[in-house]
């Protein structure tokens, strides 16, 4: 609808009805130059949420961390001192959370929360909504969690403006 893509995802049938997870149309589309990533972004690209939801769920999961921890890396973003004194070094470092990184990016590219395109990535960083990080979390650990195509495609909707705003950050 108008008012969704004001908020910078494509909520609307047209999307939704595409046989894959990612978005597939030119508008939609960011470049990724590290090789792994790319490859993910590839799949993500081919994958039918339909024909394997589990695969799309974890490949939506891994994605979005790694592209996190990518733009960390690649824009030398420091690493709190609370994880310094805990002998941490890097951001990949295990015991450091997806939501800790993703609010950092936020708050780097969107310091004053006026990005109206980001609007459902700051509420899936810190909210319940099913594009959640505990929604993610719990698509993969939930023993008897079921996994939606519509629900994994709409997920992805709601991070693209964040994935391609991470992925066009100079």
């Given at each position: 609808?108008?008012?969704?893509?004001?908020?910078?995802?494509?909520?609307?049938?047209?999307?939704?009805?595409?046989?894959?997870?990612?978005?597939?149309?030119?508008?939609?589309?960011?470049?990724?130059?590290?090789?792994?990533?790319?490859?993910?972004?590839?799949e993500?690209?081919?994958?039918?949420?339909?024909?394997?939801?589990?695969?799309?769920?974890?490949?939506?999961?891994?994605?979005?961390?790694?592209?996190?921890?990518?733009?960390?890396?690649?824009?030398?973003?420091?690493?709190?001192?609370?994880?310094?004194?805990?002998?941490?070094?890097?951001?990949?470092?295990?015991?450091?959370?997806?939501?800790?990184?993703?609010m950092?990016?936020?708050?780097?590219?969107?310091?004053?929360?006026?990005?109206?395109?980001?609007?459902?990535?700051?509420?899936?960083?810190?909210?319940?909504?099913?594009?959640s990080?505990?929604?993610?979390?719990?698509?993969?650990?939930?023993?008897?969690?079921?996994?939606?195509?519509?629900?994994?495609?709409?997920?992805?909707?709601?991070?693209?403006p964040?994935?391609?705003?991470?992925?066009?950050?100079?």
């Amino acid at each position: 609808t108008t008012g969704d893509k004001k908020l910078g995802y494509a909520q609307n049938k047209d999307t939704l009805n595409r046989r894959t997870l990612a978005l597939t149309q030119q508008q939609y589309s960011f470049s990724v130059k590290d090789p792994r990533l790319t490859r993910l972004y590839r799949e993500a690209r081919r994958i039918d949420p339909s024909e394997f939801p589990n695969s799309a769920s974890l490949l939506l999961r891994v994605f979005l961390e790694l592209s996190v921890d990518n733009f960390l890396i690649v824009h030398n973003v420091q690493l709190p001192q609370k994880h310094i004194d805990n002998k941490k070094k890097n951001w990949t470092d295990i015991g450091i959370n997806l939501r800790e990184k993703i609010m950092t990016v936020l708050g780097i590219v969107d310091p004053d929360k006026k990005n109206h395109s980001l609007k459902m990535a700051w509420k899936g960083a810190s909210g319940d909504m099913s594009h959640s990080i505990e929604s993610l979390h719990d698509m993969i650990h939930n023993m008897h969690g079921e996994q939606n195509e519509k629900e994994l495609k709409l997920a992805w909707e709601r991070w693209q403006p964040f994935f391609k705003i991470m992925y066009e950050n100079p």
